[in-house]
Structure formats: C-alpha cells, structure tokens
C-alpha cells in the first residue's frame, strides 16, 4: 500500500512571493505518477503539474515547477510569482504505474493563502 | 467539452432517507470515477466504470452504496437508509481509455451530502 504525506496543513504568502509545499510518499513501486491537484473554494480539482517517476527531469508548468527526489521519496511543489487565484487547497497525489486513478493515494492537503 | 458534471451540488438529508446523485462525464471519456472526500482529507475511491461495466469496487462502498453507468454515458450513486457518517463530498471524474497516470483525470464540481 502507498501513503503519501503532506505535513504542512497550512501555508500563506505574500502575493508575487514564493512558496513551496512539501510532499514526501511511501512506496515500493518503482514505476509511478506523481501529481499536484489545486481544489479553489467551492470549485473543481484540476491538476496543476504531473511528474512521471522514470523521468529525471523535474516537470515545470509556467509558474509552478516541482522538485521530485526519487530516493528520498519527496515531491514538493514550488509557486512562483504567487497569484491571488493560487488560493486553494493543494493535494498531492500518487498512482503506481501498474494501476490507474481507481489506485491513487491522496494525501491530505495543504491550504494556501494569498495574501494580497 | 463542457467538463464532468454534477447534479444536485449540495443534497440535505434525514437519517435513514435514499439519495441519488447524478455524473455527467466527458462525452468521450470512457471511464468514470466516484470517490468521496470528508473533511480535512483527500478524496478516497469508491467505484469505476469501464463502459457501462462496473470494474471495480472500494470497501468502502457499504451495501447501502450502488452506482450504475447506464449505456456508458452518465452516471448515477444511489446510498440507501443515509447515515450521518455518510457526510462527505462526493466527486466524479472521467478519463479517456486507459485511464493511467498519463492520461488526464477531469473531476467535476462535485455533490455535498449532509445528513442531518
């Protein structure tokens, strides 16, 4: 079974700032899909950025790129340039490459503020 | 493409009552997702369908749980003699064929149950 750990419940920034949300997972797969998914207040999850285990380059979406350390199992999530419609809560989520969305793990979620 | 879609977006209900909701997916998504999500944690799966097959199930799919796909279009998940700990968010997703972590995973507005 996989876990995966978010192990800040709570973050803000300032707008145009930095931040960064951690992830760290538990898995002896080798062959996985890491995702970070922004679920705003009262609207749909979409994905933000989709890392694929195999690939060593670190995936990158405009202003939000990730930093993925295969060894020591973490898959944070860097926000660039903060926007106030980056508000949301930010779930990372894993899937083994040997199942599909019927095996993801989730993790619990991390609330971003903006502040303006 | 007007996204996954989902009717009623907040149902209220009294203990022991029969709810049913509705998922629209994406029209040529062949692959449909219900999982629920409670408070402070990530969604967790329930069921999927293949088609108008229905694939695989949680354990946490009680009994008193029935989803069924009709001619592979919508969806609906009816829970029978409604529980409190029934409470939750529900969401649908769908994904093209396949349904892998390279393929993009649509989740809808999703459904707010409160039993009271």
């Known amino acids: 079974a996989q876990t995966v750990t978010q192990s800040q419940p709570e973050m803000s920034v300032q707008e145009a700032e930095t931040v960064t949300l951690s992830c760290t997972y538990d898995t002896s797969e080798n062959n996985y899909y890491l995702f970070w998914y922004k679920q705003p207040p009262s609207r749909q999850m979409i994905l933000v950025i989709r890392q694929e285990a195999y690939k060593q380059q670190n995936a990158t979406e405009n202003r939000f790129s990730v930093n993925f350390q295969k060894a020591a199992k973490s898959f944070s999530l860097k926000i660039s340039d903060s926007q106030l419609g980056d508000t949301a809560m930010y779930f990372c989520?894993?899937?083994?490459?040997?199942?599909?969305?019927?095996?993801?793990?989730f993790g619990t979620g991390t609330k971003l503020q903006v502040i303006p | 493409d007007t996204g996954v879609s989902q009717n009623p977006r907040h149902k209220i209900t009294k203990r022991g009552q029969n709810v049913t909701f509705r998922c629209d997916p994406i029209?040529?998504?062949?692959?449909l997702y219900w999982y629920r999500q409670t408070l402070g944690q990530g969604p967790e799966f329930l069921t999927y369908f293949q088609n108008e097959a229905q694939l695989e199930k949680s354990r946490l799919l009680s009994d008193r749980f029935s989803a069924e796909r009709p001619k592979g279009s919508f969806s609906t998940l009816e829970i029978q003699r409604t529980e409190q700990g029934d409470s939750a968010m529900y969401l649908c997703?769908?994904?093209?064929?396949?349904?892998?972590?390279?393929?993009?995973?649509?989740f809808g507005n999703g459904t707010r149950l409160t039993v009271t």
């Open positions: 997703a769908s994904s093209p064929s396949g349904g892998k972590g390279n393929s993009p995973l649509h």
């Open positions: 989520a894993f899937i083994p490459d040997s199942g599909g969305y019927q095996k993801v793990t």
């Open positions: 029209s040529e998504h062949n692959r």
